[in-house]
């Protein structure tokens, strides 16, 4: 008995950080434009949507490779990113946040509407880009329904590509000199203004990047579900928020950590509670964090000086 739930443990473990790693691709988007402009990107989860078409549509012509297919879809996602910013952000950046969160969510019903108007509400498949292989990592053979730990050659592409991204923001943001302008402009953007940084331009840079990283999150969603649609980056972006808040919203390894518990919680609730609560769990959790830490798991308190 304690071998099967252990078997079952590390599958759903699996499972869960397949999912997680999507999830936190999504937070980072959301906690790299609060911790600059301290607005939350409503639209987000739209972007994370036209990612996952524009590679489907160019999967589906036949003509583009997929690792290419996967780069022209961030660049996409990251030049809509940047119009985004552009059209509803800038012209109300010294406005109250409240207009700013009005306009995040107004230009995200837009941007569904829109996707519904030209595409149609339909669920479309997303072509494979390569066979998925599945490899047996442990075995209870002797039970009535055998029990496996399994992994397909999917779960280690989406978890890799994640983990590399993450990876690869981690440095740009430490490493690079893009990287401190975008920590000096968090922590005070007329200071960095007035040592010749074109605050604009982080800003841009910003949405271009946490758009890039929804969009491939998109991609792997798509791919791994087999399904895109004009309303799927409704829950996943609000999950994304949620695994952003989690982590400590404005904190990047925070939005990481976020995003793999978010979905190890979802994984580990739908098998062992009940499947139809997997999206309550994400809003239980926080709930939960805003109680008992309002900050965040690897945020802190920041008092304003007035």
Known sequence: MFLQELITFFQQLLNGLTLGSTYALIALGYTMVYGILEIINFAHGEIYMFGAFVGMFLL?????PFPL???????????????????????LRRSPRITALISAIGMSILLQNLAI?????????????????????????????ALTVQINTLQIFIMLISFALMLGLHFLVQK???????RATAQDKETVSLMGINVNNV????FAIGSALGAAAGILIGIYFNAVYPTMGVMPGLKGFVAAVMGGIGNIPGAMVGGLLLGLMEVFGAAYI?????????????????LLRPAGLLGKNVQEKV
Do not use: W
Request: glycine content about 6%; proline content about 8%; hydrophobic content about 55%.
């Open 176 to 182: 690079t000199k893009i990287g401190k302008a975008m």
């Open 117 to 145: 108007l030209l595409l149609g509400p339909q669920t479309s498949p997303f072509p494979k880009p390569f066979a998925v292989s599945v490899f047996k990592l442990a075995e209870l053979p002797n039970y009535p329904h």
């Open 203 to 206: 800003i841009s840079i910003t």
């Open 60 to 64: 589906r012509s036949g003509k583009v």
């Open 69 to 91: 297919a996967f780069l022209l879809a961030m660049g996409a996602a990251a030049l809509l990113g940047v119009t985004i910013e552009r059209i509803a952000y800038r012209p």
């Open 274 to 290: 009940s499947s139809s609560l997997k999206d309550a769990i994400a809003f239980a959790v926080l709930i939960i964090i805003l």
